[in-house]
């Protein structure tokens, strides 16, 4: 079955840690989105990639890192920069075309130690 | 810059009744999605709205669509336990492209026997 993969399920950073998350879908969708949701809040958009080797920063990217070096892989890097990384990180990815809805990945839960 | 606002934040009703939860947005857009979100899941695609008056329907759940009025509705019919969940709604914020959406806080519904 398509999907979109995302590793670990929990991770936990340490104090000027850099920490690398996993998103890897199979749809052969070319867009793919990383968010951030905090409790109570909707979802924020940390990246976005619209075909390989291309990404734009979304609304929150200070302190996050991403690659797409391949169609179905776009990791997100939460940098010690990120003073607050404590959240839900949620990947997602779209064909693109109009109209249709993005797919969502289960999610990482991020948490300091 | 779009706004999407969503109301009520917090539902509490009974099962076999019904109720509104509405989607507003603050600057054009003709298109919209609702999702759902299961306590420390994913996000589920409901409804993709593409036109003024859409209308949608899944099981005890209907969408609707006004543009005009930059309203979105999504109508629970007997309620459920089942569809206890939170809901959200996004809003392109770039008509002609699919690539960011803002997101509504959601609504965070408990259906009790």
């Known amino acids: 079955d398509g999907g979109i993969t995302q590793s670990p399920k929990y991770l936990f950073r340490k104090e000027g840690q850099n920490v690398t998350l996993s998103c890897e879908q199979n749809?052969?969708?070319?867009?793919m989105y990383w968010y951030r949701q905090d409790p109570g809040q909707g979802l924020r958009l940390i990246y976005y990639s619209q075909i390989v080797n291309d990404f734009q920063k979304g609304d929150i990217a200070e302190g996050y890192s991403v690659s797409r070096e391949k169609k179905e892989s776009f990791p997100l890097t939460v940098t010690s920069a990120q003073k607050n990384p404590t959240a839900f990180y949620l990947c997602?990815?779209?064909?693109?075309?109009?109209?249709?809805?993005?797919?969502f990945g289960d999610g990482t839960r991020l948490s300091i130690l | 810059e779009l706004k999407v606002e969503q109301n009520p934040l917090f539902l509490s009703m009974q099962e076999g009744k019904n109720y509104t939860i509405y989607c507003n947005y603050s600057t054009t857009s003709d298109r919209l999605y609702w999702y759902r979100q299961d306590p420390g899941k994913s996000l589920e695609s409901l409804f993709v709205l593409l036109s003024n008056g859409a209308v949608k329907q899944e099981g005890r759940l209907m969408a609707s669509l006004d543009t005009k009025a930059r309203l979105s509705t999504l109508h629970i019919t007997a309620a459920v336990h089942d569809l206890s969940a939170t809901y959200f709604c996004?809003?392109?914020?770039?008509?002609?492209?699919?690539?960011?959406?803002?997101w509504g806080l959601g609504t965070s519904l408990a259906v009790n026997p």
């Open positions: 996004a809003v392109v914020a770039n008509a002609g492209n699919n690539r960011k959406l803002i």
């Open positions: 997602a990815s779209s064909n693109g075309q109009g109209g249709q809805p993005q797919h």
């Open positions: 749809l052969n969708h070319d867009a």
